[in-house]
């Protein structure tokens, strides 16, 4: 099979990477990818909002299947297209239509989603130019801290949480009638604060069955001991030790499977991978988020532990018979340890030299954010480098991706030295 993957970060280069040991894979493309997708495959210089542009690629290299890495070209309806093209209808697109990707498009569709199939998730009230008013009073009702969500694509930035009712109100202000994100928040969502621990859960699913695959914890602040900005993710660790036997279970029953069923029930044909961003509440699982895609992060850690060929299990979904692949996860963990610019995610600077990526031994280096200028691996992006390693424990594996983080240099470079602290009690074995 010739398979296209669209998208550039350290996910798509764990996607790549992952395709590239398939015996069922003959070429594999990726667009626009970077210098780590280039060592796995061949990268290709497409727009990914350019849908016909990437058909034409499509069609002119016999691509069998397209695996969409990021949310934005499927919420924009990039399945639609090939799916409404009658020359297309041969290629398969790895992610939802535009239907399904609501479940990330719009907070109000997946609240309202959640409800209706009472899946467990935050209370919550959907608030607008037309009944602000109304959001103010609920508001008022609402014990701190309050939590504000922008409706739509707000590059994970659409979400404020605040301590004082004054601020939630002028927030909610700013972001519907001065459109604080774009036309993401000309609706909101005020939702109710659940305190817990987070875990991401992934299932890849061709609409009718599904597999669960490993889960994953990410780290999303820049400062250790979970402290300072939000970033699009500082590591992640994989399996996650609360997500026992009992809470899985609870996650299939009270979150998957009402899930599937609740898209088949709406008529949406959901094809790809649903990413369900958990918080753990006193043993429940509740729903803080529905993504359309896999985690970033979370892939590079994930896919290290899925034994099985990732491209017989996309031949399921072409074919519909996902049921009848195999999963096999591998029992150890895997730790990724992101190396980002320093200033992220505030702005920084570009164009650092990366050194010593070849001294690395035991881990897998992911590439997130780098280009390749005239030979030399620099950084061009915020998040550069991916970590990844394996351990019988998640002490083992972190020792390793430090290890190797060690090893690798470039101006300016900065990495979180406590992942996992929430997980491991000092002296307790994983
Ligand atoms: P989201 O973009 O919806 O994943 O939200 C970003 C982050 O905000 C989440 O990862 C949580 O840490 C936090 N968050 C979102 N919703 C809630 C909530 N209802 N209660 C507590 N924390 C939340
Ligand atoms: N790591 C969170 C995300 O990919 O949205």
């Not at 990477?17 to 398939?22: G, I, N, V």
């Not at 609240?111 to 919550?124: D, G, L, Q, V």
């Not at 950084?379 to 991916?386: E, F, I, K, P």
Request: aromatic content about 8%; glycine content about 12%; some cysteine.
């Amino acid at each position: 099979m010739n398979v296209l993957v669209l998208g550039s970060g350290g996910r798509e280069h764990a996607i790549s990477w992952k395709l590239a040991q398939s015996s069922q894979l003959n070429k594999l493309f990726i667009a626009p990818g970077n210098p780590g997708t280039g060592l796995v495959g061949e990268n290709v210089d497409l727009d990914l909002k350019d849908f016909s542009g990437v058909a034409k690629f499509a069609l002119d290299n016999s691509v069998n299947i397209i695996v969409v890495g990021p949310e934005d070209p499927l919420v924009l309806g990039i399945h639609d297209y090939f799916s409404d093209r009658d020359d297309l209808s041969g290629i398969t697109v790895i992610g939802p239509k535009k239907e399904g990707a609501q479940i990330e498009g719009s907070k109000d569709f997946s609240k309202a989603f959640m409800m209706k199939y009472n899946i467990p998730t935050a209370k919550y009230k959907s608030v607008n130019k037309e009944n602000l008013e109304n959001g103010y009073a609920h508001l008022e009702k609402m014990k701190a801290p309050y939590v504000l969500k922008a409706d739509g694509l707000a590059a994970g930035k659409g979400v404020l949480i605040l301590d004082s009712l004054e601020e939630a109100k002028r927030e909610l202000t700013t972001m519907i009638t001065e459109a604080k994100f774009g036309a993401a928040s000309r609706t909101v969502v005020i939702e109710e604060f659940l305190s817990g621990i987070e875990v991401s859960v992934f299932v890849i699913t061709d609409g009718k069955s599904y597999k669960i695959l490993p889960e994953a914890k990410d780290y999303k602040r820049i400062g250790e001991g979970d402290t300072g900005l939000n970033t699009g993710g500082m590591g992640a660790i994989s399996p996650v030790p609360f997500a026992n036997r009992d809470f899985m279970d609870k996650v299939d029953n009270q979150v998957i499977i009402p899930t599937i069923k609740g898209l088949r029930a709406e008529g949406i044909e959901y094809s790809g991978f649903i990413f369900f961003g958990l918080i753990n509440v006193k043993g429940d699982p509740y729903v803080i988020e529905y993504n359309c895609r896999l985690g970033d992060p979370e892939t590079e850690v994930v896919l290290p532990r899925l034994k099985s060929d990732l491209l017989d299990l996309f031949d399921g979904i072409a074919s519909g018979t996902l049921s009848e692949r195999d999963v096999q996860i591998d029992p150890r963990t895997a730790t990724t340890v992101m190396m980002v610019s320093g200033g992220y995610p505030e702005s920084y600077e570009k164009g650092k030299t990366i050194k010593g990526l070849s001294g690395v031994e035991d881990s897998i280096v992911f590439h997130a954010g780098t280009s390749n200028k005239d030979g030399l691996i620099q950084t061009s992006g915020g998040r550069v480098l991916a970590v990844t390693s394996y351990g019988k424990d998640i002490e083992t594996a972190l020792k390793k991706s430090y290890n190797s983080a060690g090893k690798i240099q470039f101006d300016g470079s900065y990495y979180r030295s406590d992942l996992g602290f929430d997980l491991v009690k000092k002296g307790q074995k994983t």
